[in-house]
């Protein structure tokens, strides 16, 4: 089995320990320890402990921005392509929930260059709403529903699942099983999907 490069291992390193201990609360050190690596590797590959957020970040976002414009793009109706958005993104979220955590919850408010960072990716992701779910509402409904506020919505209803899911453990204890992932998704399209269309009931009637 072919060994990780020293690059692969201080990202999935820093992705597991960002997730658990938080951003301010990981040392380099402790990176180093876990990843087999010395300290000049993480200044070679990434420049420094923010660099490694900022990798992860861009890591992730490419992923899920490709899966956006894959699956909301083309000719089929919105719902069609809103329903398969949401499939695919919840699984990718899946599959990379420590990536989502810090991805989504690392944000140091005090941090211009991280904020900045995040936002650049974020501009990306509301271009794309906007072309493939706002301007095809606008146009059926006389109304606008800004890309700002829809992708927050919907991203933030995806990851719900996995943000709250040590606290949806403990609460759902031994009496009650899990909901599996295919369930969940119907229930995030079912949701997203109605609320649009009394969205759109509503803008249409105001």
Wanted: glycine share 6%.
């Amino acid at each position: 089995m072919k060994k990780s490069s020293s690059k692969e291992r201080i990202l999935h390193t820093a992705v597991y320990l960002f997730a658990r201990h938080g951003f301010a609360g990981t040392g380099l050190r402790e990176i180093t320890t876990k990843a087999e690596v010395n300290l000049a590797m993480i200044n070679y590959f990434f420049g420094s402990k923010k660099g490694l957020l900022k990798e992860i970040v861009n890591e992730f976002f490419s992923t899920y921005l490709r899966i956006a414009k894959k699956e909301l793009g083309g000719v089929n109706s919105l719902d069609t392509k809103i329903t398969r958005f949401i499939g695919s993104a919840v699984q990718f979220f899946e599959s990379e929930r420590d990536a989502l955590l810090v991805t989504i919850t690392e944000l140091p408010h005090d941090d211009p260059e991280i904020i900045e960072h995040k936002a650049s990716w974020a501009r990306q992701m509301a271009a794309i709403l906007e072309d493939e779910i706002c301007r095809p509402l606008e146009e059926e409904t006389g109304k606008k529903i800004p890309a700002t506020c829809i992708g927050p919505m919907l991203t933030s209803l995806m990851a719900s699942r996995f943000l709250f899911a040590p606290i949806a453990d403990q609460v759902r204890g031994n009496t009650e099983n899990p909901v599996s992932l295919d369930a969940y998704i119907e229930m995030i399209c079912t949701l997203f999907l109605q609320g649009l269309i009394t969205q759109e009931t509503l803008l249409t009637n105001s």
